[in-house]
Every structure is written in C-alpha cells, then in structure tokens.
C-alpha cells in the first residue's frame, strides 16, 4: 500500500527542509512554530493562497527561509504561471505585514525600556534615605565597633517598608509571633505541627495582593 504522505505533492519538499533544521515530525514542527497541523497540510497540498499570511511569518524563521522563497518553494509552476498577479499580492501583503511587525516589536521594546526606567526611578526615590545614609553609616560602624546596631536599623528596615508596601507587598507575619500552622502560608523548618496547632515565624514570608510570594518559615512550638 502506498505511503498517503507521498501522494501530498509538496510533502518531500516540507520535509528535506525540516530535516536540514533538524525537525523530526511535522507535529514537531507545528509545535516549534505554533501553527497547526491542517495549516501544515495545507502547505504540502500545495494550497499556499488558502494560508494565512501570520502563519507564513511563522513558519519562516523556523525553516530558516526568507518569506519570499518560502512561497515560491511551495507554489506550483502552474500556480506562478497563470495566477502570477495573486501571487505578486502575496508577497506585497507578506512584506507589509513584516514591516508592520518590526514596527511593532520596536515599539514594544520601546516601551519595555521606558517601563523599566520608570520602575528604577520610583524605586530609586523610595530607596533614597538608604541610598544616602547607607554607606556613612557603614563606615561609622566599621571605625566604631561598640555602635549599637539599633541605630542602624531604621536606616534599612524604613526604606525597605516604603518600597514594599508601594509594590502592594505584605508579610505573613513579624518573626518571632506565635501564630497557628497553616501549611498555605507556612513552611517548617524543624520538628512537626498539625494544621492548627502553633508554631513561631522564624523568617517571615510574603504575600503580593492575592500571591503568594514566599512562605513563613516556621518552626513547632
């Protein structure tokens, strides 16, 4: 009985391209370009003008093909001869949709980096006292080693409240409370406890809104 595949006109040509880029399967390939596989049959028909243009861009990179030899790779001689007009609007509309694309991609980093400086700036002002005072204070507990670390204290754990709570951040609990195990919320550190039963915060966990950033690590009391 005949392989089905090889009845498909341009399903040799899909796959000497896929093994030079190292693709086993067209459900391999699928994957890797994110179109599906009736998409894919429809290219190794030979049925290029029923695709979508998003699914040629996709395609494109992933068989390390320019787009524009990419169609004619797959359009028929028959195809290019008497439909040479559909064709030529295919890779006009091919050309402005990469174009657009580019624009876009250009524009998204654009404001990626503008979000980005926007974080560090805000941040920068929350963290200014520490910023500032840090690394005098630094320098005078290293020249005074008798300088109570109280008073250095505030000079972080202020700062670091004010950034925590602008980013909507909130500890479980203060280290050191006794509060009941909740397994959701807490992580044991030693010795064992029921859902219920009490247990001391040894490092304290965080919660961002409804998130759970880190658990409370706990220990049995």
């Known amino acids: 009985?005949?392989?089905?595949?090889?009845?498909?006109?341009?399903?040799?040509?899909?796959?000497?391209?896929?093994?030079?880029?190292?693709?086993?399967?067209?459900?391999?390939?699928?994957?890797?370009?994110?179109?599906?596989?009736?998409?894919?049959?429809?290219?190794?028909?030979?049925?290029?003008?029923?695709?979508?243009?998003?699914?040629?861009?996709?395609?494109?990179?992933?068989?390390?093909?320019?787009?524009?030899?990419?169609?004619?790779?797959?359009?028929?001689?028959?195809?290019?001869?008497?439909?040479?007009a559909p064709t030529q609007e295919l890779l006009q509309q091919i050309a402005d949709l990469r174009t657009e694309y580019d624009r876009s991609q250009q524009q998204i980093e654009q404001q990626q980096e503008i979000l980005l400086q926007e974080l560090q700036q805000s941040s920068l002002q929350l963290l200014e006292s520490l910023l500032l005072q840090w690394p005098t204070a630094a320098q005078k507990a290293q020249e005074n080693p008798q300088l109570a670390a109280v008073k250095i204290v505030p000079l972080v754990q202020k700062p670091l409240e004010k950034l925590l709570q602008a980013w909507g951040v909130e500890a479980i609990a203060p280290v050191g409370a006794e509060l009941p195990y909740d397994p959701q919320l807490h992580q044991l550190m030693d010795g064992v406890a029921q859902p219920g039963e009490k247990v001391k915060v040894r490092y304290t966990g965080y919660l961002q809104g409804e998130k759970l950033l880190y658990r409370a690590k706990v220990s049995a009391v």
């Open 1 to 84: 009985m005949p392989n089905t595949q090889c009845l498909i006109p341009n399903t040799q040509k899909l796959q000497d391209l896929m093994q030079q880029v190292g693709i086993s399967s067209f459900k391999a390939l699928s994957r890797a370009a994110g179109v599906s596989e009736r998409q894919l049959l429809r290219l190794r028909q030979g049925k290029l003008e029923q695709m979508r243009v998003e699914v040629l861009l996709k395609l494109s990179p992933v068989l390390q093909m320019p787009l524009s030899e990419l169609v004619t790779t797959f359009s028929t001689i028959e195809l290019l001869q008497e439909k040479t």
